[in-house]
């Protein structure tokens, strides 16, 4: 049986309502306004989008041009970059010593010469950029001197090249035709075989359109496109020239893929048979899809145009000379659009210029497409039309029957069931049983109450097993410390016997001498009071170290080095150890890592005390270059300390606790050569 609280109900009602109102005043609307409505949208909806599509389309053109020009002139930047610094090298008059720098080519005798005497190559399997000079030119003086000024272009090339997203290579010619350039490719066996080594013998700088009698203006020049015969596909490369106050040395160039370049056009495609073309400022064709190659030329291409690179270089006017003089007659300083027929259908180019390069961005879109969505829209208006008006009437009957029989369970299922569940929970915890759970049934805010509340019970529950675990854990810590303070007593009780007390018992024994000789001989007092005296001085020492170590603070309070201070004069009075010191100022380290340094020389120092049979000790505390240093070194008789030795558990103690401090731990020794400790801390 279906049950209501009242928060159900007045929701309910509240809902029907509204539902009722609405119901009513919507069918009036529809009924009246939309005839009128339908034919002034219809007719607006296609004006404004074809408006819009053109508008869009202009502005998509002009972005993507200016990326474009950005693109092409970051890669052309690099080639200034990497020119001036060359001729800032040569100005500075440093000289490098290359022959220290590994598979770096710095003089003509590195080369070597192929067999049929056309190219000296680096044959170096390692070399970093391929060096290339042609057979027919000796090396020379300044075949070296070039050599050496490109050297430093080793460690320029990657990363400028990386700078680039089309760029593939970038590199050096010299006035002789020295050639360097990167990545390594393995030129020297493709221009042989290619027979460009060969080609080459001919060859002149002056004939190159970077040269001074080329480009006295000293510009980077752009190259026409051409087919990579290394395996790059269509590239463009742009050159930019270096001169030494007014003396030319060559240049350096970037080798840009057109077809990286092709593949983003052919991917800016605004309508399904839209593509995009590019021209130079000569209007010549610098890259279009195969696809809209066959569009732009209105024709069937030749077998020759059909290539990859069949169009790249040729010019509009002899592809399509009627486009050709539409778009010359049409503004390019600018952003623009133009409607002309293409293959018998209407198309709208939009153009931007590239304003660095002068270079022209072309996309074209049939006409159809452009308009197709407002004709969609116009279609998809009347016919919602005639069912819009058919259905509202039985539609609000029919929904106001629907909402209140949903509005109804929509109550019931979402506000009293989760309300009832949630006190239920809440009535569980009040029990006391902390694994009860509400189910999350929605994503509204009883979801997320729910969600919270099943939260609030796990984290009850963690925190109560995280309280009895905390518990046990404190438990064993006691009883963890109560062994420890009983182990401590007992090492302190071993130090007392085996330091104040036999200090004690000597000055008694140095008394009752001194007594005797009082009573026999006055003169020979002296002997026995000295002794009692330096077994006072050796108790004193040593009563100060134990009541040192006893008091935790005062390591924090008077320092690592008095604490060293004290245990190395307890050592030295108690054993007669030629004991030597060597600290700097208070190290500025934290509480725990003093501590560790400290046990580490304490245990350090017994052990020498009880076993190194040493006559003389060295301990210091040093910092330098951002480490601290502590060193225990003795002149005992040492042992072998790569064996394991069962019981002594200091040995083993010692790197645990310059572990725990994040510092190193080493110790040398080998028998009859003394042991040396040395604890390695970085600040």
Do not use: C
């Not at 066996?189 to 006295?216: H, K, S, W, Y």
């Not at 390069?357 to 407002?374: C, D, F, K, Q, R």
């Amino acid at each position: 049986m279906l049950r209501m609280n009242r928060i159900s109900v007045k929701i309910t009602a509240g809902v029907l309502a509204f539902v009722l109102l609405l119901a009513v005043v919507t069918s009036l609307l529809v009924a009246r306004g939309f005839d009128q409505a339908k034919q002034a949208a219809v007719q607006r909806s296609a004006d404004s989008l074809q408006t819009q599509s053109r508008d869009t389309l202009i502005q998509l053109t002009a972005q993507e041009a200016q990326l474009y020009d950005l693109e092409l002139q970051q890669a052309a930047r690099v080639t200034k970059v990497a020119a001036d610094f060359m001729a800032q090298a040569h100005a500075s008059g440093t000289a490098v010593d290359w022959s220290a720098v590994p598979n770096v080519v710095y003089q003509s005798s590195q080369l070597t010469l192929s067999d049929n005497g056309l190219l000296y190559y680096d044959a170096n399997p390692k070399r970093r950029t391929e060096i290339l000079h042609i057979g027919g030119i000796t090396p020379n003086a300044v075949t070296d001197q070039r050599l050496r000024d490109s050297a430093a272009l080793e460690d320029l090339f990657p990363s400028l090249l990386a700078q680039t997203e089309t760029g593939v290579g970038i590199y050096f010619q010299g006035p002789q035709l020295t050639f360097r350039y990167y990545p390594v490719r393995g030129l020297p066996e493709l221009e042989l075989q290619n027979g460009a080594a060969e080609a080459a013998q001919t060859m002149r700088i002056d004939d190159f359109a970077v040269a001074p009698n080329n480009n006295p203006e000293r510009k980077t020049v752009w190259l026409s496109p051409y087919l990579d015969d290394a395996g790059q596909g269509l590239l463009i490369s742009a050159d930019t020239p270096i001169y030494y106050d007014d003396e030319f040395q060559g240049f350096i160039g970037i080798d840009v893929s057109l077809s990286r370049l092709i593949e983003r056009l052919n991917q800016l495609k605004p309508t399904e048979n839209s593509f995009a073309f590019l021209m130079d400022s000569n209007g010549l064709i610098i890259a279009v899809p195969q696809a809209g190659a066959v569009k732009l030329a209105s024709r069937t291409l030749t077998e020759q145009e059909q290539a990859s690179n069949g169009l790249l270089g040729t010019a509009l006017t002899d592809i399509n000379p009627e486009l050709a003089s539409m778009m010359e007659s049409s503004p390019t300083s600018a952003s623009d659009a133009l409607e002309v027929t293409l293959n018998g259908q209407p198309v709208l180019i939009t153009h931007a210029s590239l304003p660095d390069l002068g270079w022209t961005l072309s996309i074209v879109i049939p006409l159809t497409e452009v308009t197709a969505e407002s004709q969609n829209v116009a279609r998809s208006i009347e016919a919602d039309a005639v069912a819009t008006v058919r259905n509202t009437l039985l539609i609000m009957v029919l929904f106001f029957v629907g909402a209140a029989l949903v509005t109804i369970w929509l109550s019931q299922r979402f506000l009293a069931r989760p309300i009832a569940e949630m006190l239920g929970g809440v009535r569980a915890i009040t029990a006391g049983d902390l694994n009860v759970s509400v189910p999350v049934t929605s994503n509204d805010e009883f979801g997320e109450l729910a969600a919270s509340f099943n939260q609030m019970t796990d984290e009850l529950n963690r925190r109560t097993h995280e309280l009895a675990q905390t518990s046990a854990e404190l438990q064993l810590k006691e009883t963890q410390v109560k062994v420890a303070a009983l182990e401590e007593r007992q090492r302190l009780a071993r130090e007392l016997h085996d330091s104040v007390s036999q200090a004690l018992y000597g000055i008694a024994l140095g008394a009752r001498t001194a007594q005797t000789q009082l009573e026999r001989d006055p003169a020979k007092l002296a002997e026995p009071l000295d002794y009692i005296l330096s077994l006072a001085e050796a108790g004193l020492s040593e009563m100060r170290a134990l009541i040192f170590e006893l008091r935790p603070e005062s390591l924090q309070n008077e320092g690592l080095v008095a604490a060293l201070t004290k245990q190395s004069d307890a050592l030295r009075t108690r054993y007669k150890l030629d004991l030597v010191t060597h600290f700097d100022p208070e190290p500025d380290i934290p509480l725990k890592a003093k501590e560790a340094l400290y046990r580490i020389a304490q245990e350090a120092m017994h052990n020498i005390a009880k076993h190194a049979h040493a006559t003389r000790v060295e301990l210091s505390l040093r910092t330098s270059d951002g480490k601290l240093t502590l060193e225990i070194r003795d002149n005992g008789k040492g042992f072998e300390a790569a064996r394991e030795y069962p019981g002594h558990l200091g040995l083993k103690s010692m790197p645990e606790r310059a572990a725990q401090i994040g510092g190193r731990f080493h110790i040398e020794s080998a028998p009859g050569t003394g042991t040396t400790i040395t604890v390695q801390l970085i600040k």
